[in-house]
């Protein structure tokens, strides 16, 4: 009886696979099978990591390279194809490992271009091991010579990788730039009105995606994408770098250069975006869903000071009594309405209806813009208060010039005179109340016509603005059978 060839497992690998297709693995697996054929084996599993390094600095996993160790132990192969012992690994530990292989399971090795290494012998073991030692140190120097290398590129200002955002990239190798695309651009700039207007991540995220409007990969948008797009100091002009570890992993303190591009906004209002989407008391809401209610993880318990939050109202049916026929009484229902409870293990000693709470709330709220809006909310109340007095002042004589001149007591030529005089005035009076007034998003919540702005608001708007006003709000615990009716002094409200 003719005796089965040698089983034999095909292990292919490479570190970078650019275009993602797989050619480099692919002419490892054709090699090794012409190996196979020559030798007589039959070939009876390919394990394949792509796109994975082998190097002791990475620390991505080779879910096929432990599959196959597994494998040879439980007798599935008798032979190790391999392209080069490189491409097998290039860490010391893993070497043993295949030593071991050889003297405790008899598994062999075969390589297309490294030979057929002898593992049973000590001489074989140090040549082997010898080997791996060079290869590491390859490694070692090809991961230097990229970090120095990307340093270099840092340093310079240039961009390295695939095109960002807001900008196309021209040229190639040394002659590659990045030149605005201004459709992006435009973008870019409404998206950092709109953060600092308030306007969460989710709902700038959805409104992209309405709008067909595709990240420079062609994808579409999701929160955490678009919170680094607008992070990233190539914003303002400016290439960060983080410098790599011998393990592989960003390390150290980040350095920022000059980039050779031109920037899409400016270093202080990039400052004001970091500074908004990195504010530890920033609520962000990445389900893609509107805020529901308006204290939820802004107003505080009184007993445990943690957040309260809202919660849906329900009904439920409540059975009769059962009397002593077997029959029961008429059923009735129950409803709990929306309230504000605290959540939390070991507390959970407050709950109050939401409706009570949103009004008082609201009430204080509004009151507080109408009488302190423009101080709370950034702006310069004196200044403001000067310049709408004599906006008005100026108005009145413009009024007045008019109307002596409908009344033939000043000439055409005196009436102009005048107005040329007064509108210069009037106009530098209404800039320094645009610029004692907070933001132009928030304008709108100052003064006598508050009221009727808070009421067309949603509510993340509204939510915004109460921390906005650095209210701090605190839900006391009542006694029992104080639940019933509403005490204002139940709910603190406080601000500066």
């Not at 200002?157 to 605005?180: E, M, S």
């Not at 530098?428 to 608001?457: H, I």
Request: aromatic share 6%.
């Amino acid at each position: 009886m003719a005796k089965s060839p040698a089983r034999a497992a095909i292990y292919t690998r490479i570190s970078d696979d650019k275009e993602g297709k797989e050619l480099g693995v692919a002419r490892q697996e054709a090699d090794c099978r012409e190996l196979a054929k020559a030798e007589g084996l039959a070939i009876t599993e390919v394990y394949t990591d792509n796109d994975i390094s082998a190097s002791r600095s990475s620390r991505k996993p080779r879910p096929e390279w432990t599959r196959m160790l597994d494998d040879a132990e439980a007798g599935k192969f008798d032979v190790i194809l391999a392209y080069s012992t490189s491409r097998l690994t290039r860490r010391p530990r893993e070497r043993e490992d295949i030593i071991e292989l050889a003297e405790d399971f008899g598994i062999g090795l075969m390589t297309h271009v490294s030979g057929r290494p002898d593992l049973t012998t000590a001489d074989g073991q140090a040549s082997f091991r010898f080997g791996g030692t060079v290869d590491t140190s390859e490694a070692d120097r090809t991961a230097e010579r990229a970090r120095r290398k990307q340093l270099e590129l840092a340093q310079a200002g240039r961009h390295n990788g695939p095109r960002p955002f807001g900008w196309d990239i021209v040229g190639t190798k040394a002659d590659q730039r990045l030149v605005i695309n201004q459709a992006e651009a435009a973008v870019l700039r409404e998206l950092v009105k709109r953060v600092l207007a308030g306007e969460g991540l989710w709902k700038l995220v959805n409104d992209l995606n309405a709008r067909g409007i595709p990240t420079s990969t062609g994808k579409q948008w999701q929160t955490q994408v678009l919170r680094r797009v607008l992070l990233r100091d190539r914003n303002h002009g400016m290439r960060s770098h983080k410098p790599l570890g011998k393990n592989g992993k960003p390390t150290g303190k980040v350095e920022l250069y000059k980039g050779q591009w031109e920037p899409i906004i400016d270093r202080e209002t990039h400052d004001r975006v970091l500074a908004t989407l990195t504010d530890p008391s920033r609520r962000t809401n990445n389900r893609g869903t509107e805020a529901k209610y308006l204290l939820t993880s802004l107003a505080r318990c009184g007993e445990c000071d943690r957040f309260v939050v809202g919660t849906n109202e329900f009904t439920y049916e409540v059975k009769g009594t059962l009397k002593n026929d077997g029959t029961r009484g008429p059923s009735r229902t129950r409803t709990y309405p929306h309230a504000y409870q605290c959540p939390h293990a070991g507390c959970q000693k407050v709950q109050r209806r939401m409706a009570d709470v949103d009004e008082h709330v609201e009430r204080v709220v509004v009151g507080v813009l109408e009488r302190e809006g423009v101080r709370l909310l950034g702006g310069d109340e004196f200044a403001a208060e000067q310049a709408r007095e004599r906006i008005e002042a100026l108005e009145a004589k413009l009024a007045l010039t008019a109307d002596q001149f409908a009344d033939d007591v000043i000439t055409g030529e005196q009436l102009k005179r005048i107005t040329e005089r007064l509108r210069p005035q009037l106009a530098a009076e209404r800039a320094r109340l645009s610029s004692a007034q907070p933001e132009a998003s928030l304008a709108e919540y100052t003064g006598p016509d508050v009221a009727r702005a808070w009421e067309a608001a949603d509510v993340e708007t509204k939510k915004r603005l109460i921390r906005l006003l650095g209210m701090t709000i605190t839900i006391k615990r009542v006694g029992a059978g104080n639940g019933r009716g509403y005490d204002p002094d139940s709910v603190s409200i406080t601000w500066p």
